[in-house]
């Protein structure tokens, strides 16, 4: 006698289970992070994709299925748990976390390595093949092995290049390279060598070595502790993340979002002069202002529109401004980088909003000449361009507008 006449409801119970579980997928592990356990999980786990989230936010309310399903699709790649983490935070409830890592807008996807938050946060497509194929990326292997000195010699010297010698590849030494690599990706080009390859270049023991740009620019040494990660983390960005950044449309909005006014060189791309010159000013001038202003360069031809904000052209170029997110102030002159202290001045009166006082009512009265009679000229300065370049409204909800000078 057949089953289903003898137990007909467990049958249908049965058959509604299967359709169920087959149309239902097993629902996505998106690990919730709260005060107690933020540290442990993000510390354990390889990579994790961090959402940062607000309920009542109707861009994270769009986000949550594109984001569980992502972790569906990632969880088939990568089945073990601590390789890769989904994770969310509700910045409502846990407004101490949302603090910490400085959560200005929602939703906010934000990547961590062994616990350490990577400087760029995830600012691509919003859709389950993007964000899953920008994880993939992350399990890449950010060092390729040289298998020949002679690779060295053939570097491309447009790039940042770091170089490691080791004896083995299962060391202390080479795993905290790893790391660093593992942060500074984007930043450098990463390369290792082993045994006998790398072997003329380790006369007293592993090291790592910088390449600069430039054809003739002196390599660098790494004379710290090769298993101190802090350490070698910290030579390793000053050389990969220079004084001054170039911008591009690519990198504004993350640009804009450290908060900082930006002062701009506009050059032409191939005037490399009018930049080693600004870059040794800034070097010289204001290396104590780093943290307070972010020193940038731009081509003239890509960023024709904020030129022309400050009624310049390219054939103006070279041409330095600030850009304080709210107006755009002109440096005087590029000639009078080699002004003692000029460039610096032009920081500070920013700072102290001297720039934006003396645009509306015309120089101090300390600045006047004897005899000069002071007239309050009332006037409006350009208005910030690279403001435009801060995250859109149309895919974030901003948690608050900053009111610079």
Known sequence: MRITAIFPELYCCLLVFLISSFFHPTQSEITSLDSGNIDDVLNNADVALVNFYA?????????????EEASNVIKEDFPDKNQIVFARVDCDQYSDIAQRYRISKYPTLKLFRNGMMMKREYRGQRSVTAIADYIRQQKSNPIREVLSLEEINSLDRNKRNIIGYFEQKDSDNYRNFERVANVLHDDCVFLAAFGSVSKPERFSGDNIIYKPTGENAPDMVYLGSMTNFDLAYAWTQDKCVPLVREITFENGEELTEEGLPFLILFHMKDDTESLERFQQ???????SEKGTINFLHADCDKFRHPLLHIQKSPADCPVIAIDSFRHMYVFSDFSDLAVPGKLKQFVLDLHSGKLHREFHHGPDPTDVAPGQLLQDIVSSPPESSFQKLAPSGHRYTLLREKDEL
């Open 55 to 67: 309920d009542w936010c109707r861009f994270s309310q769009m986000l949550h299925p594109i984001f």
């Open 281 to 287: 000013e800034v070097a010289r001038q204001l290396i």
